[in-house]
């Protein structure tokens, strides 16, 4: 009985070996499986590291420039001035047709002789723009006929000017020295000019009296004139006292006009 009893506890012992051998050796398996997928997950996964990446995208076109080109004023006058301003972008090399490169922004004053369209071109690395602009020389107006040669008698009308006193005199006042010496330089430049002096007064004091002033204003220019270099052949004298007036109304400025040695031109 008891032998029995030891064979069936070592039949047991067997099978219990065995069974645990059989389950090391499948956790064996296990285990070398495990092992091997990892490490096909792993080399994978190096495999994927190792992919190299996607070129950068291409790096974007360069802008290209921009310009302007303005004239103020755009119409000029010939001789005058006028300036430029203008403006660009992008741009690296600016240059102005007549007056070469320039910066990128900025103005200048120009001359131009004739009609002009200025031309900008801006480059840079996106490429090359152009701008214009046009100013307009007004062409000076054609000159004036010649007009016609005046007459002795209109040149003297024009030149020679008579001569006024103060009130109750006959002396030439500092005033009108100026105009006596100018006559006398008409006079000498027309060597054939005759004239005939007026002694004239206001119409204050008698005919008499008035007369007589009349004679010594008229005579007084005469020898004016005689003295710087005129001719007395040349010159005549008269007197019409207040006689013949040039202005009627009774008052100082009137009066004033009529108190001359008045010049008349002998045809």
Same mark, same amino acid.
Request: proline share 9%; net charge positive.
């Given at each position: 009985?008891?032998?029995?009893?030891?064979?069936?506890?070592?039949?047991?012992?067997?099978?219990?070996?065995?069974?645990?051998?059989?389950?090391?050796?499948?956790?064996?398996?296990?285990?070398?499986?495990?092992?091997?997928?990892?490490?096909?997950?792993?080399?994978?996964?190096?495999?994927?590291?190792? %992919?190299?990446?996607?070129?950068?995208?291409? $790096?974007?076109? $360069?802008?290209?420039?921009?310009?302007?080109?303005?004239?103020?004023?755009?119409?000029?006058?010939?001789?005058?001035?006028?300036?430029?301003?203008?403006?660009?972008?992008?741009?690296?090399? %600016?240059?102005?047709?007549?007056?070469?490169?320039?910066?990128?922004?900025?103005?200048?004053?120009?001359?131009?002789?004739?009609?002009?369209?200025?031309?900008?071109?801006?480059?840079?690395?996106?490429?090359?723009?152009?701008?214009?602009?046009? %100013?307009?020389?007004?062409?000076?107006? #054609? $000159? #004036?006929?010649?007009?016609?040669?005046?007459?002795?008698?209109?040149?003297?009308?024009?030149? %020679?000017?008579?001569?006024?006193?103060?009130?109750?005199?006959?002396?030439?006042?500092?005033?009108?020295?100026?105009?006596?010496?100018?006559?006398?330089?008409?006079?000498?430049?027309?060597?054939?000019?005759?004239?005939?002096?007026?002694?004239?007064?206001?119409?204050?004091?008698?005919?008499?009296?008035?007369?007589?002033?009349?004679?010594?204003?008229?005579?007084?220019?005469?020898?004016?004139?005689?003295?710087?270099?005129?001719?007395?052949?040349?010159?005549?004298?008269?007197?019409?006292?207040?006689?013949?007036?040039?202005?009627?109304?009774?008052?100082?400025?009137?009066?004033?006009?009529?108190?001359?040695?008045?010049?008349?031109?002998?045809?």
């Amino acid at each position: 009985m008891l032998q029995i009893v030891k064979l069936q506890i070592a039949r047991h012992q067997r099978a219990h070996r065995k069974l645990e051998g059989s389950v090391k050796h499948a956790m064996r398996k296990w285990g070398t499986l495990v092992v091997a997928l990892g490490t096909i997950l792993f080399l994978g996964a190096c495999a994927k590291k190792k %992919v190299a990446p996607p070129p950068p995208p291409p $790096p974007p076109a $360069p802008t290209a420039p921009t310009a302007s080109l303005s004239a103020n004023p755009n119409t000029i006058d010939k001789g005058q001035s006028t300036t430029l301003t203008w403006q660009t972008t992008n741009a690296t090399d %600016v240059n102005i047709d007549g007056i070469g490169p320039v910066d990128t922004s900025g103005s200048r004053q120009v001359t131009p002789t004739d009609s002009t369209t200025y031309h900008l071109i801006a480059k840079g690395a996106g490429g090359t723009q152009d701008a214009t602009a046009r %100013v307009t020389v007004n062409a000076p107006p #054609p $000159p #004036p006929p010649p007009s016609p040669s005046l007459t002795e008698e209109q040149l003297f009308a024009q030149n %020679v000017k008579d001569i006024y006193f103060d009130y109750d005199k006959y002396d030439v006042r500092a005033s009108e020295q100026g105009s006596l010496q100018g006559d006398a330089q008409f006079l000498q430049q027309h060597p054939n000019i005759h004239i005939t002096i007026e002694g004239h007064c206001d119409e204050r004091g008698s005919t008499e009296y008035n007369l007589a002033l009349g004679t010594n204003r008229a005579d007084t220019v005469k020898n004016g004139l005689i003295q710087a270099g005129v001719g007395g052949d040349r010159i005549k004298t008269i007197s019409y006292g207040k006689e013949k007036p040039f202005c009627t109304e009774s008052n100082e400025s009137c009066w004033q006009q009529n108190r001359r040695g008045h010049f008349v031109y002998e045809k």
